[in-house]
């Protein structure tokens, strides 16, 4: 049973530009959210997708966005990039039905310069 | 409203000796309760976790912990400490919808 996947695990981009980040769910789940981690920090939440919709947002501006697909599967998008968007950006799925445990992923590591 | 407080940034034991990592929750209601563990650049892995049920939880690699309401704590021990448990550990406190972490503690094993 395959648990929670990302891609790409690691990228680097400049300034201004656009990045997307993708994840599977642990079979079964249908809940995914999204995490930001920065180099010595606690992740902080970004958001969680339901039934193809944003649940709940965390206090992150528009330029994070996100998409859940009919499959359960997620993407996160940023929009100009900026130095301080440099975190590990973790995904993590859970289930409705289940005690509300996350199951998270290796995490995408984003370098902006 | 929810909080969840990890009293020390750091923790540093040798080897074969106890560890305490302590965490604290504010909730308005019966949260579920989680330690997680994170090794360097990788992602979080599930320790344990309390829903109700029994309130000492037995998790993997010998860790426990205790949840005791009267105190709103839910303290980390594992009875010796061994060098791959260094790493970062994180309590989390889940309700409704929200999912609220601690700021983490950072364990450092001695030889």
């Known amino acids: 049973d395959a648990g929670v996947t990302q891609s790409p695990t690691h990228l680097i981009k400049t300034r201004g530009q656009q990045v997307t980040l993708r994840c599977s769910p642990k079979?079964?789940?249908?809940?995914v959210s999204w995490y930001q981690q920065a180099l010595g920090q606690g992740p902080q939440f970004i958001f969680q997708y339901y039934e193809e919709e944003e649940r709940q947002r965390g206090n992150f501006p528009d330029r994070f966005s996100g998409h859940q697909f009919p499959n359960y599967s997620s993407e996160l998008n940023v929009n100009a990039l900026l130095l301080g968007d440099s975190a590990l950006y973790l995904c993590a799925s859970s289930s409705q039905l289940g005690t509300g445990e996350l199951f998270f992923g290796e995490g995408s590591r984003l370098t902006v310069l | 409203a929810q909080s969840v407080t990890q009293l020390d940034s750091h923790v540093s034991v040798s080897e074969g000796t106890p560890v305490l990592l302590r965490c604290n929750y504010s909730?308005?209601?019966?949260?579920?309760l989680f330690w997680y563990v994170q090794h360097p650049n990788k992602g979080l892995q599930l320790l344990l976790k309390y829903t109700s049920a029994a309130t000492l939880v037995k998790g993997i690699n010998g860790f426990e912990a205790e949840f005791k309401k009267s105190e709103t704590s839910f303290h980390l021990t594992k009875p010796s400490a061994h060098m791959s448990d260094a790493a970062e550990y994180f309590c989390v406190a889940t309700g409704g919808f929200k999912t609220i972490f601690g700021a983490g503690t950072r364990l450092f094993v001695k030889a």
């Open positions: 909730s308005s209601y019966s949260p579920s």
């Open positions: 079979s079964g789940h249908d809940t």
